[in-house]
């Protein structure tokens, strides 16, 4: 994970919690519309994958019993984990792909229905990712994976002085056993990096013709998964056009694809304009459709504030029904995976203000990104949209979730870790009892999970009554998987 260079801790300080009738009169608890539908207080749950779907992604117990404990807490709205909108193994992640999947979903939407007593909205990620390998071992990337080229042969000749490197056996095992220099000097930078990090495909692959095709084909895909939400009975969907996937290639301002799909802004959020209006045309008017989308990427050469601003408002134009912003959480920036294991976009600069910890620098982790967003929603405002705003990161206070909405820097206020530390902290405080929240330290010992494939739990509550009978457990029964029951 990456770190400040002299970073500061900071403290989880006390706060002031609301009584019961201070809560009823917040802005906090006041309803909020979104899209034809009404959220019945302005707080969220955004999307967090626990790890917990089967192989070929499908919908577990455990699954259930996740969504539903949160559920039993209350938020306004509860976003369900990125879910794969193509019908490819993908792992033990949530998929939407095809009708098979329906059942499952169905069976989560009743499940959250019923724990929430009918209060909580469910809204469903859809993502699309490319294809990202694991870092290969040396001997297997230049025995196997390398495609030899004439360059290739070319500057090994240059190297060595020795003209014929037609044999790709001995060509390949003289790489093999090369100096890094030497390597560096033959390969080119995606090799390089393939070599080093894993092959990782870029919206910008224009040599693969599944890359170029993705205009053509993404708008049906995203479609038909959204119809399929709907069906499965939840509230809306939420297109995942941020962090290191597919769509958040396109916006990216590194993203300079000449086929009218790359380069201006105007192009850049053409694709994602086009997904959008095909969802819609299939979901109808009357369905919530809303997005993530990044604050700023945090990467070297990508969007800035100054194109989220741009494309919230174009986003809000085109009839979006909320506009949730996350930021960072790159591929670009990560840290080196090791051999066998997949790079992890949330290990580099970007990745730490996607998931701010203590560890900080003075401007520390709590709303961190709030500035931003209260820029972004001006603009929105200014251009006469009233599209409802989402800022998330380090916000775990009421008092903290009060000053956002009365400053107007958002209009919901998304929470993830903190309601993965204590689901029931939306009930507790509005109730009056928020002095027995189980604070969120933002460590990140969840993050660790999630990096390694494992499924998620909160150190805060993991290891916490661990004979109680019937449980759910992980790690021969040393962590649990849901958080003991309130009360
Ligand atoms: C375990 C874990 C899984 C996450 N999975 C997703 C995801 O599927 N989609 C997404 O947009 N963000 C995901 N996030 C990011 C969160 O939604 C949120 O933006 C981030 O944690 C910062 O908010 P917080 O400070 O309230 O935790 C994940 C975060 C965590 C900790
Ligand atoms: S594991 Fe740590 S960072 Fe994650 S939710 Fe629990 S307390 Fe917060």
């Keep these: 994970m990456w770190k400040f260079a002299n970073p500061i801790r900071h403290r989880i300080e006390e706060t002031k919690w609301p009584t019961a009738e201070e809560a009823a009169r917040s802005l906090l608890y006041t309803p909020v519309k979104i899209g034809r539908l009404e959220a019945r207080s302005r707080t969220w749950v955004p999307a967090m994958v626990p790890w917990r779907a089967t192989e070929d992604g499908f919908v577990t117990q455990q699954n259930l019993d996740w969504y539903g404990r949160f559920a039993q807490g209350r938020p306004a709205v509860l976003v369900v984990e990125a879910t794969g909108v193509r019908d490819i193994p993908s792992g033990p992640l949530l998929r939407i792909g095809d009708d098979r999947f329906i059942p499952g979903l169905k069976k989560l939407v009743e499940v959250v229905k019923e724990a929430s007593g009918g209060e909580t909205l469910l809204f469903i990620q859809i993502i699309d990712f490319l294809s990202v390998k694991r870092r290969p071992e040396r001997a297997k990337y230049f025995q196997r994976f390398l495609q030899i080229r004439e360059q290739h042969r070319r500057a090994v000749a240059e190297i060595t002085g020795e003209a014929d490197w037609s044999d790709e056996h001995k060509l390949r095992n003289f790489l093999l056993n090369a100096s890094d220099e030497v390597v560096s000097a033959v390969l080119d930078e995606r090799e390089r990096e393939a070599l080093d990090f894993g092959y990782r495909e870029r919206v910008t692959d224009m040599h693969l013709q599944h890359i170029r095709e993705l205009p053509r084909e993404l708008p049906p895909i995203f479609a038909a998964a959204a119809e399929r939400a709907r069906e499965a009975g939840f509230d809306g969907v939420e297109l995942h056009y941020a962090h290191a996937y597919t769509m958040a290639g396109f916006l990216s301002a590194q993203n300079n694809r000449a086929d009218g799909y790359g380069g201006s802004r105007e192009n850049r959020i053409r694709l994602p304009l086009e997904v959008y209006r095909a969802v819609r045309e299939r979901v109808g008017t009357d369905y919530v459709v809303g997005l993530r989308f990044l604050a700023d990427e945090v ?189």
């Design 299 to 487: 990467i070297a050469g990508g969007s800035r504030v100054e194109d989220a601003r741009y494309y919230a408002v174009e986003f809000a134009r085109a009839g979006f029904d909320f506009l949730s912003l996350s930021k960072g959480g790159k591929f670009e920036d990560a840290q080196q995976p090791k051999v066998g294991q997949a790079v992890y976009p949330y290990t580099g600069q970007s990745g730490y203000e996607c998931m701010p910890t203590v560890l900080s620098d003075e401007a520390g982790p709590f709303g961190r990104s709030v500035p931003l967003v209260a820029s972004i929603k001006r603009a929105v405002n200014d251009a006469r949209f009233t599209t409802p705003v989402v800022a998330t990161g380090g916000i775990s206070t009421f008092a903290q979730a009060e000053e956002i909405l009365r400053l107007a820097q958002a209009d919901i206020v998304g929470m993830a870790r903190q309601a993965l530390a204590d689901p029931d902290w939306f009930i507790k405080v509005k109730i009056g009892r928020g002095n027995e929240v189980r604070r969120c330290t933002y460590t990140n010992y969840c993050e660790a999970l999630d990096q390694a494939h494992r499924p998620v739990t909160c150190k805060l509550w993991d290891r916490v009554n661990l004979d109680e009978p019937g449980i759910a457990t992980v790690d021969d029964g040393r962590r649990r998987l849901e958080p003991p029951a309130w009360g």
